[in-house]
Structures are given as structure tokens and as C-alpha cells.
């Protein structure tokens, strides 16, 4: 009679794990399905990068929900808005999070609003049109009812946004902080955007201005874990470094937890420790040693 229940527990185990198994692979097929039909929108893009969280959090032992963001650009778009405000590169390019909350099988599809860009940055509406028309045409493919909006009443100038001024000039400061994140074993590169490079092509004059795009993803998997939507924002890591009208140059990178508290109303342990060891590396980078 033991041997007998045992089995049939060992059954129902092995039963409840096959079906969380299909579970899984249900809503990893529904959140690649989604990107497959994203790729296909931004066909006349230009491609910046692809992020599978959940895949690369894998890879090294760590689970996060499915989740893939997608980085992508017009710079017709960007240089306007880049030339009126060199912060506003740190929401730009175009970025969509396709994911999955962890309670759920349903995908999700984030995207940083045209408003939010506004309130943050204090740029006319008017200027963002451009970005606002082309973001809603790509996020037509999907069904409204999955469209992630993001609340931003308690968005004002600058929120979210980290800033430390460099002590060495634009180049040197652009190579001291790639080399500093390659260094990290954990860590990899995904692209760079340069703005002022991209303006040039279109003859118009902005100060440098260059977008970095890396990531961790063992912590980065740990910081999602329970608040997948913080990948649009914060994994990959987006550093913005700008040299402005007088000559200063600066770093400004977002502020996981509070966008953790923005999405989500709460925060967890490892995004604040995510946001302290960014600070020091990039204090580490751009200070000279008696300022650090």
C-alpha cells in the first residue's frame, strides 16, 4: 500500500511539473510570436539591437519571464528632438518590450510614450508628433487590449535620471566607460547610438552625444524577475554621455527603482543594488582619482 502512494504522488509531481513545463513554453511561444510580428512592423527601421531576457538569464542558471525588448531607430526622428535637448536621447531611440507578466500568460507591449518623453524632457508635443505617429503605427499591429500605457501624472523634468559630470573631455570619457563595462565578466555590449554622427548625415549641427547599450544578465534577470516591464527602460542598461553648451561633459542613466516604483508601485533589493553598482563603475570611469 505504501509503494502504492508513493507512486501515485511521484505521478502527480511529475504530472503538475509537465504541465508547468507546457505552461512555460506556451507563454514563451506567445511573447516570441509577438516580436515576430514587431520585427515584421519595423522592417523600414533601422535595427539597433534585440534583447532576449529570459534566454540570456538562462544561459547563465537565472529565470526571468519571457521578455524581449527591441531597439530600433529613425534618425530623422531623433536629431530634432536630441538637438532640443540632449537628455531626451536617453528615451530614444524606439524601444518595445515584448513580455509577460509572471502571474499570467497573456503578453504584454510596452513603449515609452510620446507624453512621457514630453514631461520628462519638457519638449512641445508638437516637436514629438513625428514620434508619436511613427511609435502608434508599429504598435498598431497589436491588439489595443495588450498595449502597456504607462501612468505619467507623476512624471516631471528630469525624472528617473541619474546625471555625474566627467572629469575628462567627450572621447576619453566614451572610452573609459566601454572599457569598464567590458571588463566585467558578467556584463556584454550590445550597440552604441551617436547621435551627433547621425545628425551629421542629415546636416544638422548637434553636440556630441552618444547612447551606450549593454547589459548584465544574470542580474538583470534577478532585478525583472517580479517586474518584467522595468526592461524597457533599464535592461539593457541605456547610458547617455553628452558634452552640453559649455563644454561640461556628463553621464545620465535611469534610475531602476524608480521606475520599479513607477510600473509597479514597489521596489525590490536587487534593482538598488543594480543602481549602486552602476554608480560606483561609472564613478570609477569618469573621476579622476582624487574625486572619486
Keep these: 500500500m505504501k509503494h502504492i502512494v508513493v507512486i501515485a504522488f511521484l505521478t502527480f509531481i511529475t504530472s503538475c511539473n509537465l504541465a508547468k513545463k507546457q505552461e512555460h513554453l506556451h507563454i514563451l511561444e506567445n511573447v516570441d510570436n509577438a516580436n515576430i510580428e514587431l520585427t515584421k512592423a519595423i522592417a523600414n527601421f533601422h535595427p539597433i539591437a534585440t534583447i532576449d531576457h529570459h534566454r540570456l538569464a538562462k544561459e547563465v542558471g537565472v529565470y526571468t519571464p519571457p521578455s524581449v ?56 508635443k508638437e516637436d514629438l508628433k ?24 507623476g512624471v516631471v523634468k528630469e525624472f528617473g535620471i541619474i546625471k555625474i559630470q566627467s572629469d575628462f573631455d567627450f572621447n576619453t570619457t566614451v572610452n573609459n566607460l566601454k572599457a569598464i563595462v567590458e571588463s566585467q565578466e558578467d556584463t556584454q555590449w550590445f550597440a552604441d547610438v551617436d547621435y551627433q554622427n547621425d545628425a551629421k548625415t542629415l546636416n544638422v549641427s548637434i553636440r556630441p552625444t552618444t547612447l551606450l547599450l549593454f547589459g548584465a544578465p544574470a542580474p538583470g534577470a534577478k532585478a525583472m524577475m517580479t517586474t518584467p516591464k522595468i526592461g524597457l527602460d533599464a535592461f539593457c542598461q541605456k547610458l547617455l554621455v553628452f558634452q552640453n553648451d559649455a563644454d561640461e561633459v556628463w553621464i545620465a542613466f535611469n534610475d531602476i527603482v524608480a521606475f520599479s516604483e513607477l510600473y509597479y508601485g514597489s521596489s525590490t533589493k536587487p534593482q538598488k543594488m543594480i543602481n549602486q553598482r552602476l554608480t560606483m563603475t561609472f564613478t570609477k570611469a569618469i573621476k579622476t582619482e582624487a574625486d572619486q
Excluded: M, W
Excluded at 71 to 98: E, H, M, R, W
Excluded at 138 to 149: G, Q, R
Design 130 to 153: 513625428p514620434y508619436d505617429e511613427k511609435i502608434k503605427t508599429v504598435l498598431s499591429v497589436f491588439s489595443e487590449n495588450i498595449i502597456s500605457n504607462t501612468e505619467t501624472a
Design 69 to 124: 525588448a527591441t531597439v530600433f531607430s529613425d534618425k530623422v526622428v531623433n536629431t530634432p528632438l536630441v538637438a532640443k535637448n540632449q537628455l531626451a536621447g536617453l528615451d530614444l531611440p524606439f524601444k518595445i518590450l515584448c513580455y509577460s507578466e509572471p502571474d499570467t500568460s497573456e503578453v504584454s507591449i510596452a513603449f515609452t510614450s510620446a507624453e512621457f518623453i514630453s514631461k520628462r524632457h519638457l519638449l512641445p
